[in-house]
């Protein structure tokens, strides 16, 4: 009984022998066609992907991480984190990011898969998610839009700055001291136009004075101005009666 147990314990094992090495080729079939078709997602230039350069140095100094794995990963997360922003993209897991390409200088392309992993999602949902969440990523990494470049995507325009005094009171107040300093300009004229007529007669009364005051030479002889307000007599035309001394 012994020796029939065992010859039929053999011959099972020899028949499941088989059966599990072709399993196993089966398996690493499936890896390398997972593989092969991965590799044929993300490429160079390839539809849907795109580019990375990180300036890591640049940016830090001596304060500059090295990128390896953990980066990697880190950078898978926040790519599947900003997906999720999308709509009809809240799944998206971290095994959809590709990356391929990795250069020392820190370059690579990826891309974003959809969950069956057989063909990728369009550029411009990347592109969108990207955008929306850009300063997320640069702060996982200490970098910005020039040291983290998506080169296939805008940079991120910074979000305009709310003043903190309200437009209304600002375009009130320039009407308003327009307003208060053209007052003051037709005030200031006003009050010089006044006092250019009260200097006006004066001066022509100053001038006349100066007229009657004047003496003027003929031949070397001065001669008196004629009086022409009080007169003035010609000793010339005067009488012999006149000019002689009463006795």
Known sequence: MA??????GWNFFSLCLPCVFHSERMLWLLFFLVTSVRAELCQPDAENAFKVRLSIRTALGDKAYAWDTNEEYLF??????????????ETTDISQVLLCNVTQRVS????????????????AEVQTAIRMNRNRINNAFFLNDQTLEFLRIPSTLAPPTEPSVPTWIIIFGVIFSITVVATMLLILSGI?????????????????????????IENGIPCDPLDMKGGHINDAFGTEDERLTPL
């Open 76 to 89: 898978k997360a926040m790519l599947a984190f900003s997906m999720r922003k999308v709509p009809n993209r």
């Open 192 to 216: 010089r136009e006044r006092r250019r007529k009260n200097e006006g007669p004066s001066e022509m009364e100053n001038t006349e004075d100066k007229c009657e005051n004047t003496v003027t």
């Open 3 to 8: 020796k029939v147990a065992l010859s039929g």
């Open 108 to 123: 690579f392309w990826f891309v974003v898969t959809d969950p069956s992993k057989s063909h990728t999602l369009p550029a």
